[in-house]
């Protein structure tokens, strides 16, 4: 198995575990990336990007699933830092006919730390209606709150996209792909997509589905809206091979990238808003991200989880390190990215072979100890 691209001496530990989920937990292809201080330390790829056939190469790029929540998410940021959104307003200031059916007391902040009661879709669509951004804004609008809105976590696995994208919308008169692409990517030089140019198919690798379903009626930690939410537009990880996919805007699930491309984005994250002389954020539009939003048993996932601005924050269940100023999220199938504020960190996982998992697994989560044992030196 021949690991490709470079790694610092110190961080040794990265790349032996990165050899070791191909050895030892499976992968196919992969690749994986650490910055330190907004430089790469880590930038490795390996395996085959189609499996039994083309290998992974340095820019190949792959749907990345829920990592996209935190690119779309950094573009609400963007705006609240330039004083264009408030956290504290309702949707609808933004979105006229939001309101309807009892959202009127849906706010920014409940959008982005999955309070907003708006988890999945009702009534339920086809995958197929995510690609007519226009009808599916207006299908959320007219939706009625699950829960009250603001009181307690379910995520948002889907649903959340829309609603941010429709933000930005209103707000720019840009689609949250166009925002995304002229705002972070080409200021960054970050190879990462939302809603992908035909002439990047060519460097597109194949994922490999996990053949399972996410929740049924007998998961043990299976909650009142998890198969509801998660029925609401039933996927099977076949979508992404689909050029309509590909082209459609879905900003919670739609993104293609590779590590490298996360961990450019997040690196401006991990170092308060401004990496290589390129400052996009604040220091006080970066640290809102790790004020606590929401703490408990998430309705959806079943697990107890804490919410800052638009990412998941360390806990109990995810400790993620010696550091407070850390944040995280992943994608369906074990894409992983961590970013630590403290200490200017990230970690950033992207592969083909799909666990049936929400919430990671053992192959994203030993990349991202071995870089702190990296870090401890």
């Not at 110190?10 to 032996?16: K, L, M």
Request: aromatic share 8%; glycine share 12%; charged share 20%.
């Amino acid at each position: 198995m021949s690991i490709h691209g470079h790694c610092d001496e110190r961080f040794e530990p990265v790349r032996e575990a990165f050899a070791a989920n191909f050895e030892e937990r499976g992968d196919v292809g992969a690749s994986v990336c650490v910055t330190l201080e907004g430089e790469p330390v880590v930038d490795l790829w390996g395996g085959e990007a189609v499996k039994g056939g083309a290998p992974w190469e340095e820019d190949t790029i792959i749907n990345v699933y829920s990592t996209t929540k935190t690119m779309a998410s950094l573009c609400l940021l963007l705006l609240a830092d330039r004083g264009e959104i408030a956290w504290d307003a309702p949707v609808a200031r933004y979105w006229p006919g939001f309101e309807q059916n009892g959202k009127a007391g849906v706010l920014v902040r409940h959008v982005m730390s999955h309070t907003a009661g708006l988890s999945g879709f009702d009534p339920a669509i086809p995958v197929e209606a995510l690609y007519d951004w226009e009808g599916i804004a207006a299908h959320v609008a007219a939706q009625a709150p699950w829960w009250e809105p603001g009181t307690r976590s379910g995520y948002h696995a889907v649903t959340q996209g829309v609603l941010q994208g429709e933000i930005v919308r209103q707000v720019t008169g840009r689609s949250i792909g166009t925002f995304f692409r002229e705002e972070v990517a080409l200021p960054l030089g970050a190879d990462f997509h939302i809603g992908l140019d035909p002439q990047h198919d060519a460097r597109v690798a194949e994922l490999i589905p996990p053949g399972k379903a996410l929740f049924t009626e007998e998961s043990p930690s299976v909650g009142e809206f998890s198969v509801r939410t998660m029925s609401s537009c039933d996927m099977t990880g076949e979508e992404p091979k689909t050029p309509e996919w590909r082209r459609a805007e879905i900003p919670a699930a739609g993104g293609t990238s590779n590590a490298r491309g996360v961990g450019r984005v997040h690196s401006l994250l991990a170092c308060g808003g401004e990496v290589d002389g390129v400052r996009l954020l604040s220091q006080a539009g970066t640290d809102v991200i790790f004020e606590e939003q929401v703490s408990g048993k998430d309705e959806v996932l079943g697990v107890p989880l804490r919410f800052g601005m638009g990412f998941g924050l360390k806990s109990e269940m995810f400790p993620l390190g010696p550091n407070e100023k850390v944040c995280f999220w992943g994608g369906w199938g074990g894409s992983l990215a961590v970013i630590d504020a403290d200490a200017k960190l990230t970690v950033s996982y992207v592969m083909n072979r799909m666990e049936p998992d929400l919430l990671g697994d053992l192959r994203g989560g030993l990349l991202v100890f071995a870089a702190y044992q990296a870090l401890a030196g």
